[in-house]
């Protein structure tokens, strides 16, 4: 079943001068590597995109371990990538893949319609975010469109992000005239780290503290700052001056 308006475009900085200034065809294929751990999820998406002269499915992998090293390898143009795998989540190989194939552009194509999967997404560097709902032609139509520097989210989750920052937006402004907390240097480190998309074990390991003090850090930072989640703390945070991200 496809969503009713499809996939929402976000302009991207790089759209004014892409695909021959959107007057011509590409002269190469648009190179995609599809990544699933279902292999019959897989097989249907290289199915359906052979029939696009303008796409080329140059390999696949069944999790974002394989992902990376696929990658590496075949320097895709676009990463199509489940969220949820084994061994590695299609999240958590976005960072690695943009080390090793810096020019890839990764969409996350998956069934899970959860906000914080979104906000991890594009913190992580995916430039998409599709549901698996989506029709098959839409998928080709996305992977066009964020090759030509163009974003795009599942209308459903462009309407959860959006509702999600008015709401962070209108409790940020209704705190403006309350003193902004004081966190201790340990919490402004930490926060810091949160910032910069690192999980709890890896600000363990850059701080040398137990991934369980992480947490209880974490917890600390969420409740003086009265919010419910860690991107809404960097985000008040950088909002009231806390911290500046650079």
Same mark, same amino acid.
């Not at 990544?35 to 303008?54: N, W």
């Not at 599709?130 to 839409?138: A, N, P, R």
């Not at 850059?206 to 860690?230: G, P, Y």
């Given at each position: 079943?496809?969503?009713?308006?499809?996939?929402?475009?976000?302009?991207?900085?790089?759209?004014?001068?892409?695909?021959?200034?959107?007057?011509?065809?590409?002269?190469?294929?648009?190179?995609?590597?599809?990544?699933?751990?279902?292999?019959?999820?897989?097989?249907?998406?290289?199915?359906?995109?052979?029939?696009?002269?303008?796409?080329?499915?140059?390999?696949?992998?069944?999790?974002?371990? !394989?992902?990376?090293?696929?990658? $590496?390898?075949? #320097?895709? /143009?676009?990463? %199509?990538?489940?969220?949820?795998?084994?061994?590695? *989540?299609?999240?958590?190989?976005?960072?690695?893949?943009?080390?090793?194939?810096?020019?890839?552009?990764?969409?996350?194509?998956?069934?899970?319609?959860?906000?914080?999967?979104?906000?991890?997404?594009?913190?992580?560097?995916?430039?998409?975010?599709?549901?698996?709902?989506?029709?098959?032609?839409?998928?080709?139509?996305?992977?066009?469109?964020?090759?030509?520097?163009?974003?795009?989210?599942?209308?459903?989750?462009?309407?959860?992000?959006?509702?999600?920052?008015?709401?962070?937006?209108?409790?940020?402004? !209704?705190?403006?005239?309350?003193? $902004?907390?004081? #966190?201790? /240097?340990?919490? %402004?480190?930490?926060?810091?780290?949160?910032?910069? *998309?690192?999980?709890?074990?890896?600000?363990?390991?850059?701080?040398?503290?137990?991934?369980?003090?992480?947490?209880?850090?974490?917890?600390?930072?969420?409740?003086?700052?009265?919010?419910?989640?860690?991107?809404?703390?960097?985000?008040?945070?950088?909002?009231?001056?806390?911290?500046?991200?650079?």
């Amino acid at each position: 079943m496809a969503d009713r308006f499809g996939p929402v475009l976000v302009p991207g900085e790089d759209d004014e001068a892409t695909c021959e200034d959107r007057g011509g065809a590409r002269e190469e294929p648009i190179r995609v590597l599809v990544v699933d751990d279902h292999a019959l999820f897989r097989r249907g998406l290289e199915i359906v995109l052979a029939h696009e002269e303008d796409i080329q499915v140059v390999g696949e992998a069944g999790d974002g371990a !394989e992902a990376v090293d696929k990658a $590496a390898d075949l #320097l895709p /143009d676009i990463v %199509l990538m489940d969220v949820r795998m084994p061994r590695r *989540g299609g999240i958590e190989a976005c960072t690695s893949i943009k080390e090793v194939a810096p020019s890839a552009k990764i969409i996350m194509l998956t069934i899970s319609d959860e906000e914080a999967d979104l906000y991890d997404a594009i913190k992580a560097g995916a430039t998409g975010y599709l549901l698996k709902e989506i029709s098959t032609d839409e998928v080709a139509t996305a992977i066009r469109a964020v090759a030509d520097g163009q974003s795009q989210i599942s209308p459903s989750m462009a309407s959860k992000l959006l509702t999600e920052f008015k709401s962070m937006i209108q409790r940020t402004d !209704e705190r403006r005239l309350v003193p $902004a907390p004081r #966190l201790t /240097d340990r919490e %402004l480190e930490v926060l810091k780290l949160v910032a910069t *998309g690192m999980n709890n074990r890896d600000i363990a390991k850059e701080l040398f503290i137990s991934e369980n003090t992480v947490k209880n850090h974490v917890r600390n930072i969420l409740e003086k700052l009265q919010l419910h989640s860690r991107m809404e703390a960097v985000v008040y945070a950088m909002r009231e001056k806390i911290l500046e991200i650079r």
